[in-house]
């Protein structure tokens, strides 16, 4: 149900496109201004994406003043391509994806987070395999360059190891399901849904609970149709966070439509918010903070993502921490924090 995984194509994407910084300018018609067009944003399958057109529907963001449009991609790789090239304004994606338009001279913000996976993804292996050292000379399956290649490289650590220890291959998620089914693989770090499939072969063995803070979703925004734009922004966050507010307190008044827009049950959405964690406005002020060594903090995880894509050679530049702290501005998230 989440096709926003694969940070190789994405990559090779924003390499593609590259050229084109600063290049949000196309947004701006003949004789018409930025603010008259509104915020367009680029969505695509993702349970906290069902989430936010529902509220569009219901006319949350009309009552709140934002003029915001929902593009949606049934291709994730159209919609990150749409953004790169400034035919949408604003994309909700993994923080991680937002590494290479910055360093190839693509020039947007990160302002806001609206999820972190928790659960959602993980590792899951065959029966008989019960830790993450067991997996010593064992097949694991990952997409190479993906978020959840990245899990798999934190639970390595953390338990002592590299991917030196593993025999690591590059599989879909559906294809390495296949093969724990079949017999040939013993592991596959991936995400829900097909996490739960490959665990019926055995169980899971790591997942975002341990490392509820490497995985965290963002809204990034062009930087000149956030200068132009910005109280209509600012609409777009309090809307949302105020949603979420409004979700938590009674999420059966939106799950329904929600869904119908996956093409799920209420069940199966509700089983995907489960290992979601819904970031509140307040939560947003530690993403925020300047850190030095946890992952709370946005520009530490930005140097972590940074460092695995250029190490893994995902990346031809590295994420400097000048280039961080110009990726992210948290003026929109401070101010309604204060009003």
């Not at 529902?54 to 749409?82: C, H, L, Q």
């Amino acid at each position: 149900m989440r096709k926003k995984r694969l940070l190789s194509a994405f990559l090779t994407l924003a390499v593609a496109v590259g050229a084109v910084a600063g290049c949000s300018s196309s947004q701006t018609g003949s004789g018409d201004s930025t603010e008259d067009k509104g915020i367009t944003v680029g969505v695509f399958d993702m349970g906290t994406l069902y989430l936010m057109q529902t509220f569009d529907e219901m006319g949350y963001y009309k009552d709140n003043g934002a003029n915001v449009k929902f593009e949606y991609f049934p291709v994730y790789s159209d919609a990150m391509t749409a953004f790169n090239t400034s035919n949408v304004d604003m994309i909700c994606y993994a923080c991680a994806e937002a590494v290479s338009p910055a360093v190839n001279g693509i020039d947007c913000k990160i302002i806001g987070v609206f999820d972190t996976s928790y659960g959602l993804d993980g590792i899951a292996a065959v029966d008989g395999i019960n830790s993450i050292k067991d997996l010593k000379g064992k097949n694991v399956a990952t997409e190479i360059g993906s978020v959840d290649h990245l899990l798999l490289q934190q639970a390595l650590v953390a338990n002592g190891m590299t991917e030196d220890d593993i025999n690591l291959l590059n599989m879909s998620a559906g294809d390495a399901v296949a093969a724990m089914t079949g017999g040939s693989l013993d592991a596959v770090s991936t995400w829900e849904p097909q996490l739960s499939s490959a665990a019926k072969t055995g169980s899971v063995l790591y997942s975002t609970k341990e490392a509820p803070d490497l995985i965290a979703d963002v809204f990034v925004v062009h930087s000149e149709v956030l200068d132009e734009q910005y109280d209509n922004a600012k609409a777009i966050l309090k809307t949302w966070y105020s949603c979420i507010d409004e979700y938590k307190a009674d999420p059966s008044k939106f799950a329904e439509s929600a869904a119908k827009k996956g093409n799920l049950t209420v069940d199966e959405f509700y089983s995907i918010m489960d290992v979601t964690n819904l970031l509140s406005l307040s939560d947003n002020k530690v993403k925020f903070e300047k850190g030095t060594d946890d992952m709370k903090n946005l520009n530490v995880l930005l140097r972590t993502v940074g460092d695995f894509l250029y190490d893994g050679k995902l990346i031809e530049k590295q994420l400097t921490d000048e280039k961080i702290d110009e990726l992210i501005d948290g003026r929109i998230i401070n101010e309604l924090m204060a009003s």
